[in-house]
């Protein structure tokens, strides 16, 4: 039972590329989510999703796809990556839409430069 | 969800109890109190949830006042493994609520040897 596992943990990418961040879980949950954390800030939601086939938008979803074709993984699409978007991202799972709690991965660190 | 207001940092000693207070006097009477902490660089980690009773677990107790205005996460015996970012979270513990988690600042507590 690995939890929520993202990757790649470290990332650089150069302002206008693509690229898409990596969120499995094995733990037959509905819900997935994805966040972004800036320096000395909370967590933002950016996109969400209540089970396969199901997706929706959070706080801050300018610049961000997401697709949820399985019930274990949920991708974070950058479609073309600006300064501004160099952060960490958590994905995180739940049970119930997180009424137990929710499951978060070790986050991907990324830099746009 | 009701708006919560924690302490901005604290220091404990090791092995002695921490006592991390959180107030909440807008919470409404579905809404559950939720903690989560944030450990440097890692995505945060569940800790505890509640209504109205108080609740125990492996990791902590947590304390709501009887007017369900305010609470306190009591870490038994502190370590300097749970050096870490505390965040109060109250939000509505069903299904209906969304999948949304609002971090606020949260309070920065710092276990000392």
Redo the contacts between chains.
């Keep these: 039972n690995a939890g929520?596992t993202q990757t790649p943990k470290f990332q650089v990418l150069k302002t206008g590329q693509s690229m898409t961040l990596q969120c499995a879980q094995d733990m037959n949950h509905e819900?997935m989510?994805w966040?972004r954390q800036d320096p000395g800030m909370?967590?933002r939601?950016i996109h969400?999703?209540?089970g396969a086939g199901i997706t929706?938008q959070?706080?801050v979803p300018n610049g961000y796809n997401v697709s949820r074709s399985t019930t274990e993984d949920f991708p974070l699409r950058l479609l073309s990556a600006a300064p501004s978007q160099t952060s960490?991202y958590?994905c995180?799972s739940?049970y119930?839409?997180?009424?137990?709690?929710?499951?978060?991965?070790?986050?991907t660190r990324l830099t746009v430069v | 969800d009701a708006k919560t207001t924690q302490p901005t940092s604290m220091d404990c000693a090791e092995g002695r109890a921490a006592n991390l207070p959180c107030n909440h006097s807008t919470i409404s009477g579905n809404e559950?109190v939720?903690w989560?902490r944030q450990i440097h660089?890692?995505?945060?980690?569940?800790i505890i949830?509640g209504l109205k009773n108080n609740e125990t677990n492996e990791m902590a107790s947590l304390i709501i006042t009887e007017d369900r205005k305010s609470s306190t996460l009591i870490l038994p015996h502190a370590t300097l493994r749970d050096t870490a970012v505390y965040?109060c979270i109250v939000?509505v513990?069903?299904?209906a609520?969304?999948?949304?988690?609002?971090?606020?600042?949260?309070t920065r507590v710092l276990v000392k040897p």
Aim: a neutral charge; proline letters at 2%.
């Design positions: 929520v819900y989510s966040y909370g967590l939601l969400y999703s209540v929706d959070g706080e960490v958590f995180a739940s119930s839409q997180g009424v137990y709690g929710y499951t978060f991965g070790s986050g | 559950y939720y989560y660089s890692q995505g945060p980690q569940y949830h965040y939000r513990g069903s299904v609520a969304g999948n949304k988690l609002t971090f606020g600042g949260g």
